[in-house]
């Protein structure tokens, strides 16, 4: 899906209308592929640059806007703004649409109704996407239900959690609520996810194996910075089956 917020075109607008930032490709006439579309020419529009660290001159550098630590900001997005308008406003939880309620099935993700063309492909205008705390969750049917799955899993922490602690308001369900699910998106990452993808003997030399026994290991860096280097997400983390 594309980023309505986004200028896309640039191919076929001349150079004085066009965004600074777009990088347009030309397809050579004998292409194997577009020749047979007449396409000579695609669309590309760069991201926003970043400045590099301690403001040194080099190649151009992408701008992330995610956070670089195992936080579930999919689930809560990036930024304390964006992270209230997901939430219910009552018992810590997390907006949700209880549309099949009456069958008694669990609730789906809200309906993305405010720039309701970003990161979603309608076929008509009375048809809406999700909503969750990162845009691509709409991208795939997987991706969508993973994030349906850790919205209602707030919710069941946030219910479960007021019962327990009925004085707490909601703001403090909320958290609670919270800090187990990035807890547990950790441990998924660490003990199941990691393993199978850098190899035992890698995790072992790195130090990146969970302790089988139920003890504490105070080797959190606090002041360590913890960017996401653009080599990683943009090339080697695109995974492929």
């Known amino acids: 899906p594309l980023n309505k917020n986004e200028p896309e075109e640039c191919c076929n607008r001349p150079p004085h209308l066009k965004n600074p930032y777009c990088l347009d490709i030309e397809v050579p006439e004998d292409d194997y592929f577009y020749r047979k579309f007449g396409v000579k ?3 590309f529009v760069r991201g926003f640059p970043a400045v590099r660290p301690g403001c040194r001159l080099g ?24 992270a209230r308008h997901l939430r219910s406003g009552y018992g810590g939880l997390l907006r949700m649409n209880p549309v099949f309620s009456e069958y008694g099935l669990k609730d789906l993700l809200p309906m993305k109704l405010d720039i309701p063309d970003e990161g979603c492909t309608r076929t008509n205008r009375s048809q809406f996407c999700f909503e969750a705390g990162e845009i691509r969750v709409n991208e795939q049917l997987v991706l969508a239900c993973m994030h349906t799955l850790m919205a209602r899993e707030h919710n069941r922490l946030a219910h479960a959690l007021s019962q327990i602690n009925p004085h707490w308001d909601d703001e403090t369900l909320y958290q609670e609520a919270r800090r187990i699910v990035i807890a547990q998106i950790q441990h998924i990452t660490y003990n199941e996810f990691l393993p199978i993808l850098l190899g035992k003997e890698i995790m072992e030399k790195f130090g990146l194996l969970l302790q ?6 105070t080797v959190y860096k606090r002041n360590l910075v913890k960017p996401l280097f653009i080599f990683h997400s943009f090339q ?3 995974l492929y089956p």
């Open 212 to 217: 089988k026994e139920v003890t504490y290991r």
């Open 59 to 82: 190649s151009r550098t992408p701008f992330n806007t995610l956070t670089g630590v195992i936080d579930a900001n999919t689930v809560y997005g990036v930024s304390e703004q964006f």
């Open 41 to 43: 020419c695609q669309d």
């Open 236 to 238: 080697s983390f695109i």
